[in-house]
């Protein structure tokens, strides 16, 4: 199976909202609910930020959301903030053997 | 709460022998399945190998299959990735991630860098 297909780069001024897209297929995010996204700064562990598509772990802003049409999910920040800077990574469960996917990854730059 | 704790990176030369080693503590490790994912110096996030809670169900990329092998201990709570043959492609940082289904709780990562 191939990666997830992520824009490689986005954009926003502080207090825009920018959206981010993950493109799979009908076999992995068209299929399950299980897609979630992380956030990771330079040097840093990946963080989840939203998992089940929609869902927050506990502490992370609600100005991070999340959904799904069809075999595109998306990650949706909201009112930017300069430390919301990183590289964002979808990640699907597949149901199959390869069991988990990665995107390859979006650096958002807040201008 | 739930801390997982890589050990064993390292530099070693092309050709070698690596162990990774993952302790775990703060959930049930029997009740999940465990994972290995790294990330090269500049590049994205590859899903290298996962295990099944009882370790009957093993996975590998092809780009380590036949090289690396994934294990897990349930009486130490911890997870193993043994890696030989290494390649200067393999230098990357190593995470291992407890999945339920996707990577939820990461390790703070192992840097394995190859080179002569």
């Known amino acids: 199976q191939s990666a997830l297909t992520q824009p490689r780069s986005v954009s926003g001024s502080p207090g825009q909202s920018v959206t981010i897209s993950c493109t799979g297929t009908s076999s992995d995010v068209g299929e399950f609910s299980y897609v979630s996204w992380f956030q990771q700064h330079p040097g840093k562990v990946p963080k989840l930020m939203i998992y089940?598509?929609?869902k927050r772990p506990s502490g992370v802003p609600g100005r991070f959301s999340g959904s799904k049409s069809g075999n595109t999910a998306s990650l949706t920040i909201s009112g930017l903030q300069a430390e919301d800077e990183a590289d964002y990574y979808c990640?699907?469960?597949?149901?199959?053997?390869?069991?988990?996917?990665f995107g390859g990854g979006t650096k958002l730059t807040v201008l | 709460q739930v801390q997982l704790v890589e050990s064993g990176g390292g530099l070693v030369k092309p050709g070698g022998s690596l162990r990774l080693s993952c302790a775990t503590s703060g959930f049930i490790f029997t009740d999940f399945y465990m994972g290995w994912i790294r990330q090269a110096p500049g590049k994205g996030l590859e899903w290298l190998s996962y295990?099944?809670?009882?370790?009957?169900?093993?996975y590998y990329a092809d780009s380590v299959r036949g090289r690396f092998t994934i294990s897990r201990d349930t009486a130490k709570n911890s997870l193993y990735l043994q890696m030989n043959s290494l390649r200067a492609e393999d230098t990357a940082v190593y995470y291992c991630?407890?999945?339920?289904?996707?990577?939820?709780?990461w390790g703070q990562g192992a840097l394995v860098t190859v080179s002569s």
């Open positions: 990640c699907v469960y597949t149901g199959s053997y390869t069991y988990v996917l």
């Open positions: 295990i099944s809670n009882s370790g009957s169900t093993i």
């Open positions: 089940d598509v929609n």
């Open positions: 991630a407890r999945v339920s289904p996707i990577p939820d709780h």
